[in-house]
């Protein structure tokens, strides 16, 4: 899988652990012409603990998400885990899970991603470290369809997927370090509709433009060079048939530009707004939420590091 190394080793080991803690990050996609395939991950955490006690299923959430999230066996950590569990044929006879969310779910900052990738890597460290990392992306990607959040949730750092001949190819790069501004309008739109917006066809030259830019966008990134990253993260495909969907998303764009941003892009299929500049973060997100407000949104807003590490396990 390219530039990324197992993290895990798939030896078994006797005693398997009564308790893991795994944090995850946040992950932008797409990053305008990489639809589908591009992904980074962000320095904005979900936690998830499991511990096995043997007297049924318990869950408890913290944070964002927790006067909805079920807390039953519909629970999409819960369902991960039990997906390793029977991948693996461990008897996981009592669980209890506590989330601790940061992520603002229905975001574009993949929440669900770090759900699935949080309830997997929990439950392969439980049974003892059955799977590997690229076992674990097999799982996470059948659950959550959506590799370009799932691969940098759990590798960090910028990465590339493609899917040839049924099989997932990952390319992973360390990211230097860089600041990324995020506004989240109180907006919901739900993936699904952000899809459904898009068309079955394009035409050659709007496929030809995002070939061109992702070519760019990729060594821009890795450099940095914030002076390329405007031009490379333009992007045909999905921007311009989805912004019209998110009042003031246009606007947004274009404050954040005039404020200071190097490159604007959605996060994912939005709502979120990902800024790219090497300074004056406060002042490109209060002008854009300044659009948002001017047409009815209230937003919420963070600048956050790009995280390199991926997932991280604790043992307690």
């Known amino acids: 899988m390219g530039e990324a190394r197992a993290r895990y080793t798939s030896q078994r080991i006797e005693n398997p652990l009564q308790v893991a803690v795994i944090t995850v990050p946040a992950t932008t996609a797409n990053?305008?012409?990489g639809?589908?395939?591009?992904?980074?991950?962000?320095?904005?955490?979900?936690?998830?603990?499991?511990?096995l006690d043997g007297?049924?299923?318990?869950?408890?959430?913290?944070?964002?998400?927790?006067?909805?999230?079920?807390r039953d066996g519909s629970n999409l950590v819960v369902q991960a885990a039990?997906?390793?569990?029977?991948?693996?044929?461990?008897?996981?006879?009592?669980?209890?899970?506590?989330?601790?969310?940061?992520?603002?779910?229905g975001s574009g900052l993949g929440s669900s991603a770090a759900a699935v990738m949080g309830g997997i890597a929990a439950a392969n460290a439980l049974a003892g470290f059955p799977l590997t990392d690229e076992e674990m992306l097999e799982l996470a990607v059948a659950k959550e369809n959506h590799p370009d959040n799932v691969t940098p949730a759990l590798f960090g750092g910028l990465t590339v997927t493609n899917s040839v001949d049924g099989k997932l190819l990952v390319e992973h790069m360390l990211m230097p370090p860089m600041s990324v501004a995020i506004i989240l309008p109180e907006f919901d739109l739900p993936t699904a509709a952000a899809r459904a917006a898009l068309p079955l066809n394009i035409p050659m030259a709007d496929a030809v433009f995002n070939i061109g830019?992702?070519?760019?966008?990729?060594?821009?990134?890795?450099?940095?060079?914030?002076?390329?990253?405007?031009?490379?993260?333009?992007?045909?495909?999905?921007?311009?048939?989805?912004?019209?969907?998110?009042?003031?998303?246009?606007?947004?764009?274009?404050?954040?530009?005039?404020?200071?941003?190097?490159?604007?892009?959605?996060s994912g299929a939005g709502p979120s707004l990902a800024a790219f500049a090497t300074e004056g973060h406060d002042a490109i997100i209060e002008a854009a939420q300044a659009a948002f407000a001017a047409n009815g949104l209230e937003s919420r807003a963070w600048t956050l590091p790009v995280?390199?590490?991926?997932?991280?396990?604790?043992?307690?």
């Open 31 to 33: 990053l305008g012409p």
């Open 35 to 51: 639809f589908d395939c591009l992904g980074l991950a962000l320095g904005l955490h979900n936690r998830v603990r499991m511990a």
């Open 55 to 70: 007297s049924g299923l318990a869950v408890e959430i913290y944070g964002e998400g927790s006067d909805v999230l079920p």
């Open 82 to 105: 039990q997906a390793v569990f029977e991948r693996v044929g461990f008897a996981a006879e009592g669980l209890v899970v506590q989330q601790e969310n940061l992520i603002p779910i």
């Open 213 to 266: 830019r992702m070519g760019m966008l990729i060594p821009a990134l890795l450099k940095p060079d914030f002076d390329k990253l405007g031009f490379a993260m333009q992007d045909r495909l999905h921007q311009s048939y989805r912004l019209p969907l998110i009042p003031g998303m246009a606007a947004a764009f274009e404050a954040a530009r005039a404020a200071g941003a190097k490159a604007v892009t959605l």
């Open 307 to 316: 995280d390199n590490s991926g997932i991280q396990i604790a043992i307690n």
